[in-house]
């Protein structure tokens, strides 16, 4: 099983849309999501995108690096600019990229549609062949 990790500032959109979305829809590929300064809370728009793609755990939730820092990602993904800029060296040599998405926090429900669109669209075909 490979390990990818989604990494953002908060922890509470992008990120754990895309760790759902990777669970969910690739096989061999466990997803992880954490973030820099995690908010500590999964934003509620977030849940119900991920409930109508029948995508949501409750075993989801907001946490900071210090969470997942032990294990060993064959994958890191970056989803902000912020959370890109203030990436840590982890333990073991780990392939980190950025694919940036725009921050539905605080938008419209029809920006979280968008963003699950959008990391359905660019996110999954990345991590699949990378972890492949």
Known sequence: MRKVLILCTGNSCRSIIAEALINKHLNNVIAYSAGVKAIGKVNSRAIEVLKQEDAWSDDYF??????????NFDLVVTVCSNANDNCPIFPKKTEVIHVGFEDPDGKEFRAFEETLK???RKLLPIVRKKTS
């Open 118 to 120: 959008e990391i359905k």
């Open 62 to 71: 907001s946490k900071n690096l210090d969470k997942v820092i032990d294990i």
